[in-house]
């Protein structure tokens, strides 16, 4: 169990947007790593905190009676080891509920635990307590997202859980509970800065007259979400590419019918029910090189994608199920695909597009590349936060994501760090894709304070400077 518990009250604007925010907490001994914390639109609950210093009840003993709560409502919990969770609502016939759940989304990795996240079950029972509907992720997301229609006027019990009865005090979760927005399935699964894109949306409780609404988050990637019934659905996420797509067209399942592109060219496609192939024509010149990369399982689409490329008589020359993307570290199951190919002569070629599973439907939509190679690469600082005493060093690591081939030297510097303030080793030698760094803090630094820097890695790519 953890030894330390810190109480803070938080004081949310009344203007603050919904959303995520982080949150770390500065001691005299230096700043904590972040934690999420989200800003709600619901009323909020939370479990007594009681709970966590009163005595654990015995083996065997009765299960503690449901705690009630009124609809719509965010709750705010926290699991011991084997416990379950209860509340209690009333709810009418007829009334469709939604039930998401934040757990891994809150703490995304428990270093001790296996597996490595808190896995949150939901369970919805009658007043009798006969189970109505049971939920233990959404698609390939840990965290739960249960829809039920309720089917007569009365009391009903959400119950929620870990897969196997783990539990301690990082064992947190938020629930909202109600007649709430959802957006399951988008498509096309991207847009262009240059033309404005039509939605189509699947979920929950979407007003159809409601407009999807575009914003960066603080990472910087563009989510759509909608304004539904006074409240904003979840945000999903969207590939943005200057490139104005084009919509694959059916049939296009073999080599006969298949649909022709000239490159540079996206396609906004769905493999649209079990076992459908879609399949490109596309010319080649000897000796160039074509990147095919499909942008599905990053996007929330449940397809897992294979990628072949044929020349026209069908014989495979290149193909690809997972391409790990190691710029995106929640991803555990790398599921798009990416396909990196040179011409081995003059002629007609062809690129095909599966699921691995042989699976499909109107949410299996993806949106495919083809281009010239583009090199390029990301960087990720471990960890998040650096404590260092005035005149000490401190280490960390900086991980490259490389992409299309990019292997070359990359320069390291520090923006936005003030005077006194020393970088050493700032340099990943060609094809490596991880080094570690010494930082070095200012000798007169006089106080414990926050300082805000960016990391910026240099290279040169085809006679231009890159900087990341």
């Known amino acids: 169990a953890h030894g330390e518990t810190v109480r803070v009250e938080i004081t949310v ?17 230096g700043l904590s790593n972040p934690f999420a914390f989200s800003v ?3 009323p909020e609950f939370s479990e007594p905190l009681v709970k966590a210093t009163s005595p654990r009840p015995p083996p065997g003993s009765a299960p503690r009676a449901p705690i009630d709560v009124t609809l719509p409502v965010t709750i705010n919990g926290q699991l011991l080891g084997g416990e379950i969770d209860r509340y209690r609502f009333a709810a009418r016939r007829g009334q469709q509920l939604t039930v998401i759940t934040q757990a891994r989304a809150l703490i995304p990795y428990l270093a001790d635990a296996v597996p490595g996240w808190f896995q949150a079950t939901l369970t919805l029972r009658d007043d ?15 965290d739960p997202v249960l829809a039920y229609t309720i089917p007569a006027d009365g009391h009903y019990t959400i ?53 999807p609404q575009q914003e960066r988050d603080r990472t910087g990637e563009l989510r759509l979400s909608v304004q539904s019934r006074g409240l904003r659905s979840n945000s999903v996420p969207l590939d943005v590419a200057d490139l104005t797509a084009t919509l694959e067209a059916e049939s296009n399942n073999n080599s006969a019918t298949a649909m022709p592109l000239a490159v540079p060219a996206i396609v906004n496609g769905r493999i649209g029910r079990a076992g459908d192939v879609d399949v490109f024509r596309i ?32 014989v495979v020359l290149a193909s690809n199920d997972d391409h790990e993307n190691k710029s995106d570290g929640l991803l555990t199951h790398h599921a798009d695909s990416c396909v990196q190919f040179t011409f081995p002569r ?8 599966r699921d691995t599973q042989h699976r499909g439907g109107a949410e299996f939509g993806y949106r495919l590349h083809l281009r010239a190679p583009q090199p390029d690469f990301a960087l990720r600082v471990v960890p998040a936060t650096l404590n260092a005493r005035a005149g000490g060093s401190v280490p960390f690591t900086v991980h490259v994501a490389r992409r299309d081939g990019f292997n070359d030297e990359i320069a390291l510097g520090l923006l936005d760090a003030p005077a006194g303030v020393v970088l050493s080793g700032g340099r990943i030698p060609a094809g490596q894709d991880k080094i570690q760094l010494t930082l070095t803090a200012p000798s007169d630094l006089a106080r414990a304070t926050p300082i805000l820097m960016r990391l910026a890695g240099r290279a040169e790519i085809g006679g231009h400077t890159l900087v990341r």
């Open 283 to 314: 010319r080649g010149r000897a000796g160039e090189t074509l990147v095919a990369e499909v942008l599905a399982r990053r996007l929330d689409s449940p397809l897992d994608s294979y990628l072949e490329v044929t020349d026209a008589t069908g």
């Open 346 to 353: 003059d002629g007609e070629f062809l690129v095909c597009v």
């Open 128 to 142: 009798t307590g006969r189970e109505l509907a049971y939920c233990d992720d959404f698609r390939f997301h840990p």
């Open 13 to 29: 604007a009344p203007d603050a947007a919904p959303g995520p925010r982080e949150l770390r907490l500065q001691t005299a001994t």
């Open 159 to 211: 119950e929620i859980n870990d897969a196997i009865y783990r539990g301690r005090e990082d064992f947190v979760y938020r629930i909202a509970l109600g007649e709430l927005p959802f957006i399951t399935s988008v498509f096309p699964l991207g847009t262009s800065p240059v033309k404005p894109t039509k939605f189509a949306l699947r979920g929950w409780h979407l007003d159809a007259h409601a407009a």
């Open 40 to 42: 709600g639109e619901l």
